[in-house]
């Protein structure tokens, strides 16, 4: 059987919090062909973001392991760029130069200053960013700012494009915006990404498949659903679309009816006495306390 071009194999991660082992993640198993969109989708906690996190390089499982094209992952790397929700541009710096300073660290050995000037100029304009080279960060609005943070994560030219709610944080309008745009750009690149979402209809309109995960602790992928409507996609003809409107019922039928995870129901009902404690109502995120400033960070 032959090698798919990413492989997330038997995964688990326990953290250390305060001296007591939590589990956030077990045998979670994805496989994804070169220029696949996948979406992870599930309620808050279920370890979405770890999972992500692992395939950045930026957790060690603690069993199981990622393999991108024949390399298993181990560290952070320029072949998986992470567009997070806060664009997390470098106030100082201007549009151009934010992402200049992802593609001197990536090609200042293999392309001269001025193929780097044209290859930046490039990556902007397919973001529809080309004409606020020079202006600040402060100086443009939060969908610009997002657009730039994908430009720079796409001058990287990684393997695989990691998006942690990359749109999240904006308005209705420009969401909408950035959608078409990012559907766009992977007709014409050919990206291989895996997104986090809690949009159930920006998953079904993005997605070649859809992956749920189960509520945690030990979360795991309770399902995936192949997304099989045709390229390109029109959000207002697939609004009334009846297979999109379908998929869409499945995935809040898993969210609200089909979440929990049964390898877990013990632990969960063992932690009901202290349910009510507002210390452990706050560990409900996708990393523990302990390691969400360190993310943060």
Not at 117 to 137: R, S
Request: hydrophobic residues 40%; negative net charge.
């Amino acid at each position: 059987m032959a090698m798919k071009y990413l492989d997330i194999t038997g995964v688990g991660i326990e953290f250390d919090t305060n001296g007591t082992k939590f589990r956030a993640l077990q045998n979670v198993d994805l496989k994804m062909d070169k220029g696949e969109f996948v979406s992870l989708i599930g309620h808050s906690g279920c370890g979405k973001s770890t999972v992500l996190n692992i395939v950045a390089g930026l957790y060690n499982a603690t069993e199981g392991g990622v393999v991108l094209e024949g390399k298993e992952v181990v560290e952070p790397g320029p072949d998986r760029a992470v567009v997070f929700q806060n664009h997390s541009l470098m106030p100082w710096l201007t549009v151009y130069e934010n992402v200049e300073l992802a593609v001197n660290q990536v090609f200042r050995k293999t392309k001269s200053k001025a193929e780097r000037k044209e290859w930046i100029e490039h990556n902007l304009k397919l973001v529809n960013m080309d004409h606020a080279l020079h202006k600040l960060p402060g100086e443009i609005s939060g969908g610009m700012k997002q657009r730039v943070g994908i430009a720079r994560c796409l001058a990287m030219q990684p393997k695989v494009l990691l998006m942690d709610e990359p749109f999240g944080a904006l308005d209705a309008l420009t969401r909408a915006h950035l959608q078409d745009s990012l559907m766009a750009i992977q007709a014409e690149l050919g990206n291989t990404v895996i997104m986090i979402t809690h949009d159930v209809d920006e998953a079904v309109l993005l997605s070649d498949r859809i992956v749920m995960m189960t509520n945690g602790p030990a979360a795991t992928i309770g399902e995936i659903l192949d997304v099989n409507l045709p390229r390109p996609r029109d959000r207002l003809a697939l609004a009334e679309d009846p297979e999109f409107v379908h998929l869409r019922q499945q995935v809040l039928e898993f969210l609200y009816a089909k979440h929990t995870n049964p390898a877990a129901q013990a632990e969960e009902k063992a932690a009901t006495t202290v349910a009510s404690d507002p210390i452990v109502l706050e560990r409900s995120t996708d990393q523990p306390p302990s390691e969400a400033k360190t993310a943060a960070a």
